[in-house]
């Protein structure tokens, strides 16, 4: 199993920012990705950014040009810089690990962290 735990979140104004981070424990070997994700009472789970072991980012449109994804793929950890937040990314954001299972593919959560951008 891999652990995942995240950090950062909290409240903040509209045009502030945020960094949000996660670091993977336990059965490591084979994450080949990792992200995060946000889901809100409205709406589905959605992607906000992901990056893969080899250094490629894709990010949802909503936040291209504002949020910043990085990875460390030797300690498992990635890093969420939200700048110029808007109310609309209010969300819990939850960190994922995809990793290769024996032929197979497994996406990991963390618990989730709060993020609250008032107007």
């Known amino acids: 199993q891999v652990r995942l735990v995240e950090s950062g979140g909290g409240y903040v104004q509209g045009g502030g920012s945020l960094r949000l981070s996660c670091a993977a424990s336990?059965?490591?070997?084979?994450?080949?990705?990792m992200g995060w994700y946000r889901q809100t009472p409205e709406k589905q789970r959605e992607l906000v950014a992901r990056i893969t072991s080899g250094g490629t980012t894709n990010y949802a449109d909503s936040v291209k040009g504002r949020f910043t994804i990085s990875g460390d793929f030797a300690k498992n950890s990635i890093l969420l810089e939200m700048d110029s937040l808007k109310p609309s990314d209010t969300a819990v954001y939850y960190c994922n690990a995809n990793a290769e299972r024996t032929g197979a593919f497994a996406d990991y959560w963390g618990q989730g962290t709060q993020v609250t951008v008032s107007s």
């Open positions: 336990g059965s490591t070997f084979g994450i080949n990705a």
